[in-house]
């Protein structure tokens, strides 16, 4: 250690690998003191101009802000606010373009000065060293202050640094071509540099203090030693100039001969890094209370008449910048943010200055040709030589063009710092650092997709678990549920014994059915039987349906009234259709009536797409259930009326029967319906099989005909009583219903849009095929 | 001592069983596009190529040779290297299942390495005693892997390059081993025996 | 009498190599090499179902039983490369059958169109989906793979599939494909004001 502070004192360097001595071309602006500019006429903001996190906007559009006045504000720590750099009102908060060479919007904010540049309330502070720590601190973070020297990196994370700190080294080497803007600041402002170094010394404590500043700069040296002259522990050092010595893993090794190892930090070898603006912002910041709202920016290139180093506020347009300095529009405009050496193009130049912009340069063609020379790499190895982090760009740019993602990884590619040495001496003119920077960001992108692969997984493979689990749970509840119910049926109570014999006559019935069709298809052909399974099927399938709707319907919205007369004007055409078929044969009559139901199920579908939604709702709802109940009534009566020449005495029965039942309210008629189906039935059934053995077919071919007859009955008395009912709820239904079927009509509005775009669809594809 | 030194000279470099004998030439091509499988294939070949060479030593002298059987030697040699072979195989998926599947079929495939049984065989033919059998054997394997090692740096570099169409892939490699040969043929003479 | 002789020492020979083989099996048995696994860890995970199979283990099980390597939509080129070099296989360009499009994708539910069905829930491989039934549903989208098995499901077909935005932290230099101004109001200007073309270099 002391041999480095020996050397350091001797003024004895280390030298970093690599390095290049482009010219220096700082001597447009280096002799011109920083000259303050007009007020632009718009102020673009980006809410974030850091390495980190946008803060939440506290002022809305319309607003009127003070000169210094904090914009956004945070608790996150990687988050740094925005403040105003003068006084005037918020025009508008949007997306933006934005500094960055993407080209990409961002949010923004857009400052219209009103000129008189009112500064807010600012509490100067006296002595701060008064101070904790942590209120200094955080007075650095509440004023913004990010790393200016191009990072842009939150200050106060660095500054909260918890091992011992031996060296602070305050940047000021500034060794890329064209720029001065530290150079002119050192100058100009060099008491309140050493003021901010002071109080960076009091927050961090560090062994020593070193002031790099590169020998290009004597007057900035001469200023500095000047100020620094009275404190003990800072020493300024003179280096030699060479790009990039600026850079934090080469300035370092240059000082103090140590090297950063790869993917570790600076403080982990107890060292802290600070650009000498940073400085200058933080001592504005703590005792002044001055948040980062302007910065120097040096104006620069041979297209500008008047390059110079300008105390610019943040968020002024470049444009305004330009015009300030004279920018001659060239005919190919070519705008660099930054140096030349590691600034970007600027895609569109009405974008705003950002904390980290020290450059403008605007060069003509001749100065920095923006042409595409390049050729094949001539494997000479140059870039090798001039690399400061010692890496081999010829290998990277080889496997970074054949993307070859693992061996660049293997080659150290995200050691490089872009510094552009490499891309500089390159005789093929191979831009080199465009390579790696997509090489970087492919990579990147590779590793978030392989986290979300694995988390994809692990989700996948958890949702597995889960059903597999909940079948095993179903299984067991299945399983026990049986058991149970072999268990309660084997037992010798009444309820098994009805259960049982519930079972036995389902048994029957489904016996019945099945001699009934077999004698059917001995006599008639295939597809009627099927038709005619179908529409007995259909037709109890149907009763439980109107049962079902019926008990809904006591929640349904209005207007069923218009919609049961027009269902059943196609109901009833199709009814005197079906009577008008010369029908001997009930099955025929059947099939009639199967066709029937469906084309009128399709007139008022088709009636009800065009209709509102609301009423769309009501009608396909209540039409299905309605056109379901008139036409199985009307195919039902045809069957009966068949029938009934046979069984008069049986139906005036079931009728008697059928009227008690409907004089119920809905819901019990509904359950009273299904219950004395199946009692009747089971009577019927148990009756026959008790009386007549020899006739038992015949019988059973009756008491089906029989129930289909009961169901018709009951069916006609619940449609009657349905209509009844509804004509005297019509007028209560709207005042009552509307909020619970409002969501049901969503719902049913919903599904019905999306029938009809599936309808559509299929219309569409039968018209093109 | 000098007998054997200049044997393992001639067998690595002026009589290169690769480029010199043009023996071997199936794996040469085959696994030397990575230098990590051209690596795992030296030290597999190394082993399989000594240990065959001594056991084919042994079994000649011992079983063959005193039973009037010598006619039987590409036959007895062939089973012992696919033993031996077969062997390697299994020791290397226990030790190194990467390797064992970056190799894939080219770690059986040795046995059919005409190296392997030329060393055998060119054992036998030139009256080697035991312990020249082994460095030759031995030597055998060096070169064979210092040639494998070099040309597959020389394809990786190529896979990147800019080769022109009509040369892309096996071509360009076919032309490189071909001047790695020529290179090669410049060691004759280095030794003489 | 040589033959028999011949056909004896070769014979032991065999015996004595093949007992020293059996040997050595049994001494350095390893497991049943995790090639699936292998596999599966280089599949994109998005349990799509592309591949026509349900889900990546199952695609990763087929590859190891000789199935096609270039099946995989999401995966891309990229996969079928790693897959062929595992497999030792040649490298295939993907299957045409497959959409042009895969840009990545993550669904969205238009929630005013949603009814609550839960159809889509059950739909997804990897649970991304919030929601009950009779309540909003709503998509996780960072747990999305993009793999639209819930468009389908669907009743009321609110879900669709937008493209993840291209942000300044995932933009990935591609400086030939930034929008280009034209201003063709200056006279003296030769051609027109291009800003970009910038570093116009060899697109990769």
Redo the contacts between chains.
């Keep these: 250690m002391s041999s480095i502070i020996s050397r350091i004192k001797k003024g004895q360097w280390w030298k970093f690998h690599g390095g290049i001595h482009p010219p220096q071309q700082k001597h447009f602006t280096y002799n011109k003191p920083i000259r303050n500019i007009a007020m632009p006429e718009e102020l673009i903001l980006p809410l974030k101009q850091h390495i980190g996190q946008k803060g939440e906007l506290i002022v809305s559009v319309g607003d009127k802000v003070l000169k210094g006045q904090p914009l956004t504000q945070s608790h996150h720590p990687m988050a740094v606010p925005i403040h105003a750099p003068t006084s005037g009102t918020v025009k508008a908060i949007h997306d933006a373009p934005?500094a960055?060479?993407?080209?990409?919007n961002?949010p923004c904010l857009f400052l219209e000065p009103d000129g008189n540049d009112t500064w807010k309330k600012r509490v100067l502070c006296e002595n701060y060293q008064q101070l904790s720590h942590q209120a200094i601190i955080d007075k650095i973070a509440n004023a913004g202050i990010a790393g200016m020297g191009g990072a842009g990196f939150p200050s106060h994370i660095k500054l909260n640094t918890k091992p011992e700190i031996e060296f602070l080294i305050i940047n000021g080497a500034e060794c890329e071509p064209y720029i001065t803007a530290d150079d002119l600041l050192m100058r100009e402002h060099c008491n309140t540099i050493v003021e901010g170094i002071k109080i960076l010394d009091y927050i961090l404590k560090p062994q020593h203090i070193l002031i790099a500043i590169e020998d290009n700069k004597p007057e900035a040296i001469k200023a500095i030693q000047q100020a620094s002259a009275n404190e003990n522990n800072i020493q300024v050092c003179v280096i030699p100039t060479k790009y990039p010595t600026g850079g934090e893993k080469q300035l370092i090794k240059t000082l103090t001969g140590q090297e950063v190892p790869h993917g570790a930090l600076p403080n982990s070898l107890g060292i802290v890094m600070q650009n000498v603006a940073t400085c200058f912002a933080i001592a504005e910041a703590v005792i002044d209370d001055i948040p980062l709202i302007r910065r120097v920016v040096t104006v620069t290139g041979k297209a500008v008449e008047k390059p110079q180093n300008v105390w610019a506020l943040l968020g002024t347009p470049v444009k305004h910048l330009l015009t300030q300095c004279q920018y001659q529009?060239q005919?190919?405009?070519?705008l660099i943010m930054g140096g030349p050496m590691m600034g970007f193009?600027?895609?569109?130049?009405y974008v705003g200055i950002i904390k980290t912009t020290n450059c403008i340069l605007a060069p003509t063609a001749k100065e920095i040709p923006?042409?595409?020379n390049?050729v094949?790499c001539i494997r000479c190895g140059q870039c090798a030589d001039v690399c400061p982090s010692q890496l081999l760009p010829q290998e990277l740019q080889?496997?970074a063009?054949?993307?070859?993602y693992d061996q660049l990884t293997k080659y150290n590619l995200f050691d490089c710092i872009e510094c552009g040495a490499c891309a500089y001496v390159c005789p093929s003119q191979i831009?080199l650092v465009?390579?790696y920077?997509?090489a970087k960001?492919?990579i990147r992108?590779?590793q978030q997709?392989e986290l979300?692969?694995?988390?994809?997984?692990a989700?996948?493979e958890?949702?597995k678990k889960r059903l597999a689990l909940e079948k095993i749970k179903r299984e067991e509840k299945h399983r026990k549920a049986a058991e149970a119910r072999r268990a309660a049926m084997n037992s010798n109570s009444a309820e098994a014994q009805s259960a049982k014999s519930a079972v036995a006559a389902a048994l029957a019935r489904a016996k019945a059915k099945k001699a009934q069709t077999a004698e059917q298809q001995e006599s008639s052909k295939s597809q009627e039987n099927i038709v005619e399974k179908n529409t007995s099927d259909k037709k109890s399938a149907v009763a439980a349906a109107i049962a079902r709707a019926k008990a809904k319907k006591s929640k349904t919205a209005p207007k069923v009234e218009e919609v049961v007369e027009k269902t059943n004007k196609p109901a009833k055409a199709a009814a005197t259709q079906q009577e008008a078929v010369p029908a001997v044969d009930s099955k025929k009559a059947q099939v009639a009536a199967a066709i029937a139901r469906a084309k009128a199920k399709k007139e008022t579908q088709n009636k009800t797409t065009k209709t509102t939604k609301t009423t769309k709702a009501d009608q396909t709802k209540s039409s299905n259930t309605t056109t379901a109940k008139p036409d199985a009534t009307k195919a039902t009566k045809t069957v009966t009326k068949k029938t009934a020449e046979k069984q008069k005495a049986t139906s005036k029965k079931t009728q008697s029967k059928a009227k008690p039942a409907a004089s119920t309210t809905k819901k019990v008629t509904a359950k009273a319906k299904a219950a004395p189906k199946r009692t009747t039935a089971n009577q019927k059934v148990t009756k026959d099989t008790k009386t007549n053995d020899n006739e038992k077919t015949n019988n059973i071919a009756v008491t089906s005909a029989e129930n289909a007859e009961i169901k018709a009955q009951k069916i006609k008395a619940a449609v009657a009583k349905a209509k009844a009912k509804k004509a005297a709820e019509t007028n209560d239904a709207n005042n009552q219903n509307t909020q619970e079927s409002d969501k049901k009509q969503?719902?049913a509005a919903?599904?019905a849009?999306?029938k009809a775009?599936k309808q559509q669809l299929n219309q569409q594809q039968q018209e093109s095929t | 001592m000098t007998d054997y030194l200049l044997l393992l000279v001639g067998t690595v470099l002026v009589n290169n069983f690769v480029l010199v004998k043009f023996l071997g030439l199936c794996p040469f091509m085959g696994v030397s596009s990575r230098v990590e499988t051209a690596i795992g294939m030296s030290f597999a070949t190394t082993f399989v190529m000594t240990l065959a060479s001594l056991l084919s030593y042994l079994v000649n002298s011992y079983i063959l040779a005193p039973l009037g059987l010598e006619y039987l030697i590409t036959m007895a040699f062939i089973l012992v290297i696919a033993v031996v072979v077969q062997f390697t195989e299994v020791v290397v998926h226990k030790t190194s299942a990467s390797l064992y599947r970056t190799l894939g079929i080219f770690l059986p495939l040795i046995t059919t390495n005409c190296a392997v049984l030329g060393v055998a065989l060119l054992n036998f033919y030139q009256q080697h005693n035991f312990f020249e059998s082994i460095i030759y054997g031995f030597g055998a394997a060096v070169g064979f892997s210092l040639v494998l090692i070099m040309f597959s740096a020389m394809r990786e570099k190529l896979a990147n390059a800019d080769v022109p169409t009509p040369f892309k892939g096996p071509a360009i490699a076919m032309i490189t081993a071909g001047l790695m040969s020529l290179a090669f043929m410049g060691f004759t003479g280095l030794v003489k025996f | 009498m040589t033959i028999v002789l011949a056909i004896l020492v070769l014979g032991g020979i065999s015996l004595l190599f093949g007992a020293l083989l059996g040997y050595a099996a049994v001494k350095f048995k390893v497991e049943a090499d995790p090639l699936v696994d292998q596999l599966d860890a280089l599949l994109p995970q998005t349990q799509c179902g592309q591949c026509g199979y349900p889900g990546c283990k199952p695609y990763a099980e087929a590859i190891a039983n000789g199935e096609a390597i270039n099946k995989c939509a999401p995966g891309g080129e990229d996969t079928i490369k790693k897959i062929a070099d595992l497999m030792g296989v040649d490298v295939q360009p993907l299957d045409e059958s497959h959409a042009e499009d895969n840009s990545p994708k993550v669904a969205f539910i238009i929630e005013e169109d949603c009814i609550g069905c839960t159809k889509c829930i059950q739909a997804c491989p990897v649970d991304a989906i919030i929601g009950a039934a009779k309540q909003m549903h709503t998509i996780i989208a960072d747990e999305c793979t993009g793999c639209d098995l819930c468009v389908a499901p669907c009743p009321v077909d609110c879900i669709k599939m937008i493209p993840i935005k291209q942000t300044t932290q995932n933009w990935q230099w591609h400086l030939n494909r930034i929008a280009i101004t034209e201003i063709h109001d200056d006279e003296n200007l030769d051609d027109s004001n291009k800003h970009q073309d910038n570093n116009k270099v060899k697109a990769s």
């Design positions: 934005v960055h060479p993407s080209g990409f961002e529009p005919p190919k405009e070519h193009s600027l895609p569109n130049s923006n042409e595409d390049e094949e080889w496997h063009k054949a993307k070859n831009p465009y390579y920077r997509i960001a492919e992108y590779q997709q979300k692969a694995e988390k994809a997984k989700r996948f958890a949702r969503r719902i919903a599904i849009k999306a775009k």
